[in-house]
């Protein structure tokens, strides 16, 4: 702290005061112009996905986040292949300091909060940074002619700046859609890419091999095997081809439809604190305590540090001559391109060490299946042990839910939603809880009984549900972890649409509409 009793990060002001901002509204903005807004930024989103960075080899080019692809809401080779990835960074940083009282900084006051959004956009710069020069030194190859023209450090140069301005124009857009939009750009980026996916691993109807005529579509290829195979043919092995095997079988498809009911039908749940207003009589309201109080952010960030770990792992490995870290198997072993080919597995699959262990369990094929029936799927345990597959699985669950537990609570503080903020918020509504005092400790104590635990429980839930999602597997690659956040970023964008349309009402139909 400094002598004034201010933190530190004051003295960065003069620097985070100066950075690019998307300034906000000076007045309210008609729910047509918030819609037309967020349709712009997704459209924006897409085509950014489909350009891509000049300069590069992309037969080269090793995507180390393919596993994570769709939750960093990001695509191989184009100016969005870091995705959400620095921003989410950046935000976990900061939470982890700020909860941690590492850094001291009240964030009910206007002057911290505006301090905290600074400094954390110059922390998402740096982490750019961060992220793109392991990826450009690692597993982004420059193409020859570039190298021809400008040599090796200038081409690596190029594909840097690319990468920041992508990653930079993501963080804008993700401003642009919180301050003139509705809702968060991260989530409704995560949104799309994963719908995207989940709709061309549905319908794809182009062969998932060149020289197979079998669709890649979960629902052109069970046309294909019903009308190509007889019912011998069918009872033979077809059914089983077509309910497990990849790419998108069927048990993929219903794995999906049930994440979603389910993810829908624990959205709904809560608890609903009665509130009467101090001074008007009849004047009542409901604060809801959700089930899933910290919404899916925990499971955001936790994907985040997994991606950073592989990314991490994934770099040691490929450069054998650094010291303890170089080629460690214990951190992370990855396949050759020869044992990739023969595995059947991308070259960013780990095989032992603790990235291994800490990588997502893509679907049944990667645990269920080859315990079941070794004979016929004991090639998809990849030369691991009946114990280590367990382990994996174990392992990948227990880190998902605690740490989404951690993060659930430092979100929970650092976003003015924990019991003391909450009883100041409605102590200044004007509202109080029947039956208790009318002060801002007498509600904190109410809220004590329901918030902390409630939080624990909904990080546990989401870190259960993203874990349990993947295990089951979805269509088209994009995780179960994707599918947990699309719903519930599709349920409280929703929601935000039908609060925005209720405000915009006449106050006495507002009034009637609100009960």
Known sequence: MA????????????????????????????????????????????????????????????????????????????????????????????????????????????????????????????????????????????SGSLVGSVGLGGARSIIIVQLFIGSYLVFMMDEVVSKWGIGSGISLFIAAGVAQQIFVGTFNWMPANPGSPMPSGTIPKTIYYLSHNSAVEMAGGGYEGLLLANPNPMIALVGTIVIFLIVAYVESMRIELPLAHATVRGARGRYPIRLIYASNIPVILMSAVLANVSMFSLLFWQNPSWPIVGQNWMIGAYPSIEQADILGISRTTPLSGIAYYLSSVMGVGDWLLPLMNPDSYGYLMRGHAYWQVLTHVVTYSSVMIIGSILFAKFWIETTNMGPEAVAKQIETSGMQIPGFRRTPRTFKRVLERYIPAVTVISGAAVGSLAAGADMIGTVGNASGTGVLLAVGIMIQFYEAIARERIEEMPRLIRKVVKG
């Open 3 to 142: 002598e004034e009793g201010r933190s530190l990060l004051y003295k960065l002001k003069p620097i985070t005061s100066r950075l690019p901002a998307v300034t906000r509204p000076e007045k309210s903005v008609h729910f047509r112009q918030k819609m037309g807004w967020v349709v712009l930024i997704i459209i924006l989103y897409f085509v950014m996905t489909n350009v891509f960075l000049y300069g590069l080899d992309q037969a080269q080019t090793v995507d180390m986040f393919a596993s994570l692809r769709v939750i960093l809401a990001g695509a191989q080779g184009s100016l969005m292949h870091l995705g959400i990835g620095p921003i989410v960074t950046g935000s976990i940083i900061m939470q982890l300091f700020v909860g941690a009282k590492i850094i001291k900084l009240d964030l009910s006051k206007d002057e911290d909060k505006s301090i905290y959004q600074g400094t954390q956009k110059l922390l998402v710069i740096v982490m750019i940074i961060v992220e793109s020069v392991p990826q450009v030194f690692g597993f982004l190859t420059p």
